[in-house]
């Protein structure tokens, strides 16, 4: 019997394989617990179908990724902090500042897990942050701190 694995089985191989099986290990353990389907034409057929649309939607993912890391290469933003006598800010800036003001003063959002550098902006003056925005894409944005 082949069987066309929805999930990886351990001892039998990953998802997505053609495996060929004795008849009750494929219909009464791996079948009946969801592990696989009956390998059949149609299934054979929808499963390609799926695998075409998912990397389909990993290219356009991909791609507005890519569109996006080059406005934020090209992005300056602007924040605005109190400063005591020694030129130093009141506490620091956070990553959630961060996002909060390029979602006003670009219209770009991000989330804040995206800015991978330790936070540490104590000073104020020009910074530059990496953002990690998936799939190997990373950008560069630049912080201007200004003293109130």
Known sequence: MKVLLIKDVPSLGKKGEVKEV?????????????FAK???AEILAQ???EERLAAENLAKEIASLKELAAKLDKAKIIIRKKVGQN?????????????????EQHSIEIDKKHITDKLSIKSVGEHTLDLK?????HATLHVEVVGE
């Open 87 to 103: 030129g130093h800010l009141f506490g620091s800036i956070t990553k959630d500042e961060v996002a909060h003001a390029l979602l």
């Open 38 to 40: 009956h390998a059949t």
């Open 133 to 137: 925005l998936g799939h190997a894409i």
């Open 47 to 49: 499963h390609k179908e």
């Open 22 to 34: 004795k008849d009750g290990y494929g219909q009464n353990f791996l079948i009946a617990k969801g």
